[in-house]
């Protein structure tokens, strides 16, 4: 276990400053996700969210979730949307302090991998629910450090035209997950009727 680790967002800052990447601080926000780098223009910046697993779940607490516990993460279900709602090019990055990684999800990852929502009691002034997501660290790609995320951003960055255009099989490879076959082969008259009742 990793004790006395500086807060994620201050590892993140120091980061970017001693490797004199320019990027936008947007922690205090609470309608921004916490970090964003890169070039307009070129359709190059990026933003995410940064979030840390400090210590063991109870598995009690989360009984179906179906995830080994030091694979288990919990994540706010309007964390998430936050994400999407800077697609594509937004993701999240997880530091797990129990396993020195640090694990990143696309806003791809985060939307087509398996996972569990469930509603979560809260009592404060007024009841009510929070949703959470239950997902697998698994699902998302594992860095020793800092370094190795910021290279997967950018091979995302490379990528997505490919991801968003031209894969036409289903992308990802998640745990959890089996794509098997369906349907019946598509043949060349199945398109052309296609054109002709659409066009």
């Not at 680790?5 to 601080?25: G, H, N, S, V, W």
């Not at 279900?77 to 936050?82: E, G, M, P, Q, V």
């Not at 991998?113 to 239950?134: A, L, T």
Request: some cysteine; proline content about 5%.
């Amino acid at each position: 276990m990793m004790n006395k680790l500086p807060a994620f967002e201050q590892e993140i800052k120091a980061y970017c400053t001693a490797r004199q990447i320019a990027f936008q601080d947007n922690c205090d926000s609470f309608k921004k996700l916490d970090f964003s780098f890169g070039d307009k223009a070129a359709k190059r910046h990026f933003a995410f969210d940064v979030k840390e697993k400090r210590q063991p779940y109870t598995q009690g607490n989360w009984p179906d979730s179906g995830i080994p516990e030091p694979h288990l993460f919990i994540l706010d279900d309007l964390a998430a949307r936050k994400i999407l709602a800077y697609s594509p090019n937004s993701g999240l990055v997880v530091r797990d302090n129990m396993s020195g990684r640090y694990v990143f999800f696309s806003v791809v990852d985060l939307f087509l991998m398996p996972k569990k929502r469930v509603n979560r009691e809260i009592r404060k002034q007024i009841q009510g629910m929070k949703g959470k997501w239950m997902i697998d660290l698994r699902n998302g790609r594992g860095f020793e450090n800092l370094a190795g995320v910021f290279t997967e951003i950018e091979a995302y960055l490379n990528s997505r035209e490919d991801i968003f255009v031209h894969i036409l099989e289903c992308y990802g490879d998640y745990t959890g997950e089996e794509i098997r076959k369906g349907g019946i082969p598509r043949r060349p008259e199945h398109w052309d009727k296609d054109v002709s009742e659409t066009r």
